[in-house]
């Protein structure tokens, strides 16, 4: 699906051959959809790594590539553990707010369809990336502020409690993700990219069988992140 426009286009636009490769970095925001629900706010967390793009055509007014990362990111989800009444819930031990986080990391390969207008060499132009998501298990933490057999259910709203010590189940990850954004090149300096992404995932980190205790605990991760490529290998061949 993602060559098929490319193999189209290549018919009637202009064809290119430009390869860049570069680096990116970011910060995620991530819940992620449990059933059973589990109340939570975003939770912060890193992502960077390597990026590449293959140029592949120009379509009047559209320039076509394929893009691809691998990058580190911090995903997890983070309670918010409240009364009736949407107040924090007070530990008797602690005197404290109850706090609980959990961070996973992955590595994640996005591959994406690569649509952009405006400037190609010198300047400014708009772009919208959309594509699957791979994400690789590499470990995970868990931060909270009281001791699991005091904490307060008695004034807890929302008494799913079971994924606090669950490990993640399923190691391999994967999703659509979409982004839109802009693009800023220089000749001999590159490209600088200003991304905003969203990504859904398709597989839950746990069981979903009617035996296990979640149907569902899928990603949801907005990611905003920037990028620099450089073009090691180009050829622009217009009609």
Known sequence: MLFLPAMTW???GEHRSTFSIGVNGGYNLNTIRFTPKVVQSQKGGLTGGFSMRYTVEKYFSTIASIAA???????GWQEKIQDINNQPVINATTGLPEEYSRTINYVQVPLFAHLAWGREER??????NAGPQFGFYLGESTK???DWAQRNMSDRANTIVAQDTM??????DYGIALGV????SLPKVGHFLLEGRYYYGLG???GDSKRDYFGSSNFGTITVKLAWLVDIARYVAKK
């Open 10 to 12: 290549a018919q009637i």
């Open 69 to 75: 990362e691998v990058n580190y990111s911090q995903l």
């Open 123 to 128: 300047g400014v132009n708009f772009f919208v």
């Open 144 to 146: 909270t502020n009281f």
């Open 167 to 172: 490990k993640v189940e399923n190691k391999f």
């Open 181 to 184: 954004g802009m693009e800023y």
């Open 204 to 206: 839950n980190i746990y």
